[in-house]
């Protein structure tokens, strides 16, 4: 008989998993490793495939081959959940804990898709909040209780079985392989992303490497804690959860940064450049909120003004009908300069007798002085016979004058 195990035999081993089921995981599957091999021993003595009545005659109920193994492996016996009281304990707890699950990983998600959005923050907190709290209530709910009785109700067999199913769908040497190799990475790698991932956001680049390493020790150390009290899974389950949102969020925002140059964007003191420029028009850092233009002359005109692409440099209105809001007018106008609220002499609006001005407060300065270029000499023109005698000095003799008559 081959070592895959199908039928009762199958069967048997899934009722044993049942009633080891609190132990912890990897302690798990080490055991049920060392079952399914004495099932497949077991079988085989047998001239044909066995019956479930025939594995029970010869190794005793499920629950009392898992017993003999609690006995033999030094594991404390199974507290079984007494009375309705427990089963309410049970699904309050699982109840809080699906909120935890949930609820909290939902915002955290929120905010880490919506990076440097209004809100990211909020969102971000209200998240761990929710999380804190509900997994903090599944505890108190669950008191003096073994976490057990969580699957001792309805909800938590029906869960259990569920994901049994798909456990069950992986080849046994995977799952022991994912035990003993795949969880440690995970305990590092969330614990890395976790630390790290935050101080990215608000520290430097030294606190970030510092806190990435603490944050892994810190992840192992609750990984170990988890396994001997069960009741750590409220907090850790679903931060699990936002750790497998998270985790690969920033591996793919590395591999994009790496190939494009503008994740790791840091500036001269090692933080985090999150520069995001103002709306509107701005003139070396300060706000632009009107323009007087002036011609050559320097007297003041009006302009329309309108950028490289033909689009308005529109700027928010700013006079009395603005802030009355009167008529059907738009709120932005490129016609310069724009009409304002005239002050009073004491400085101050009067927004019932309210007086618009486009006169600029200021005297513009002198005009700079243009550069002139001189005209090339030019060539000088063939003079025109004219019809009457013209006169010619001759230089060097005082007082003589010739006259000259055109000939025809």
């Known amino acids: 008989m081959n070592s895959t195990l199908t039928g009762a035999v ?31 021993e077991v079988a085989g003595e047998f001239e044909a495939e066995p019956m479930l009545e025939d594995l029970q005659a010869r190794l005793g109920t499920p629950r009392q081959y898992a017993d003999e193994l609690r006995t033999a492996a030094g594991y404390p016996p199974r507290t079984e959940p007494v009375g309705q009281d427990a089963l309410d304990a049970g699904w309050k707890a699982l109840r809080w804990g699906l909120i935890a699950g949930t609820a909290g990983p939902f915002f955290v998600a929120v905010a880490i898709f919506s990076w440097s959005r209004e809100g990211t923050p909020f969102f971000g907190l209200l998240g761990l909040g929710i999380l804190f709290v509900a997994a903090f209530l599944g505890v108190r709910a669950l008191g003096a209780n073994n976490p057990q009785i969580v699957l001792d109700t309805p909800q938590g067999a029906r869960g259990a079985a569920a994901i049994r199913g798909w456990i069950d769908q992986i080849p046994p040497n995977v799952r022991r392989d994912l035990v003993a190799i795949g969880q440690p990475v995970w305990w590092v790698a969330r614990g890395m992303i976790g630390a790290g991932g935050f101080f990215a956001l608000f520290g430097a680049l030294s606190v970030t490497v510092v806190a990435a390493f603490a944050g892994a020790a810190v992840s192992i150390w609750i990984g170990r804690r988890t396994q001997q009290d069960r009741r750590w899974l409220w907090y850790v389950v679903p931060l699990n959860v936002v750790a497998a949102i998270a985790v690969p969020s920033f591996l793919a925002a590395a591999y994009v940064g790496a190939s494009f140059g503008f994740l790791t964007n840091y500036d001269g003191y090692g933080a985090r450049s999150t520069y995001n420029p103002p709306n509107g028009l701005v003139l070396d850092g300060n706000q632009v909120t009107n323009i007087y233009p002036f011609d050559a002359q320097g007297k003041q005109v009006e302009v329309r003004l309108y950028d490289q692409d033909g689009n308005p440099i529109n700027l928010d209105l700013q006079d009395c009908a603005a802030i009355h809001d009167q008529g059907s007018r738009g709120t932005t106008s490129n016609l310069f300069p724009q009409a304002v609220v005239s002050p009073d002499e004491d400085g101050n609006v009067d927004a019932r007798n309210c007086k618009d001005s486009t006169k600029a ?33 001759p230089s060097g003799t005082p007082g003589v004058t010739l006259t000259v008559q055109p000939t025809r």
């Open 10 to 40: 199958a069967i048997y081993l899934a009722q044993v998993r049942s009633e080891l089921s609190d132990l912890p995981p990897g302690e798990l599957e080490d055991v049920l490793q060392d079952v399914s091999g004495h099932l497949t």
């Open 361 to 393: 407060p200021f005297v513009p300065p002198p005009a700079p002085a243009t550069r002139t270029t001189s005209p090339e000499p030019s060539a000088s023109p063939t003079p025109k016979p004219s019809a009457g005698p013209s006169t010619v000095k």
